[in-house]
């Protein structure tokens, strides 16, 4: 299945903890979820669309002073959907960086473009994991929700996962200092 087509789960399971507009999914998207999954509004809209035939999304018009506003939120039906969905098995995890595709064909680049490359995914990392710890330290007050226990298991994912992305990239670091003195 196409990551487009997960798209429809992201937003019956966005839309599961309440109703929203699709800048705020979008919101949601670029924030929350955006350490494993993301999504434009060119993506959003048709899905959300979609959803709304399919009648597991009802959409409200919320506009006030002027400014259009649609609100949707699931239905019993798009409930079932997700819940059904959460219980098959994962069907494909990916892994998928710029990064290292860059240093894959960095025999073309050189060492100090690899050592570039090497030195910027470094400093996203050293940011991102900062942004994780916080909202690792934010949800540890509410882990009585379970709701915020599920949210904290993927934090604690991404943590590890920065963590060893960091020690790579001075494993890289000194395997490349090392290559050049040759």
């Known amino acids: 299945m196409a990551n487009t087509k997960k798209m429809d789960y992201v937003l019956l399971g966005l839309l599961s903890h309440e109703p929203m507009t699709g800048y705020e999914m979008k919101k949601r998207l670029d924030t929350s979820l955006r350490f494993f ?10 899905t ?28 019993a039906y798009g409930k079932e959907t997700l819940k059904e969905w959460l219980k098959k098995p994962v069907e494909k995890d990916e892994l998928r960086y710029e990064t290292l595709l860059k240093l894959f064909f960095g025999n073309e680049n050189g060492f100090e473009g690899a050592k570039e490359h090497v030195e910027r995914f470094e400093e996203k990392c050293r940011r991102e994991l900062a942004v994780l710890n916080m909202f690792a330290e934010n949800l540890m007050q509410y882990l009585e929700d379970d709701t915020h226990k599920y949210y904290y298991l993927t934090v604690r994912f991404g943590i590890k996962t920065y963590e060893a992305y960091l020690e790579w990239c001075k494993e890289a670091n000194e395997q490349i200092k090392e290559w050049e003195k040759k």
Do not use: A, F
């Open 37 to 46: 999954w993301g999504g434009s509004y060119g993506s959003i809209y048709p």
């Open 48 to 75: 959300l669309n979609q959803l709304e035939t399919e009648g597991k999304v009802t959409k409200e018009d919320t506009s006030s002073n002027g400014r259009e506003k649609i609100s949707y939120s699931i239905t």
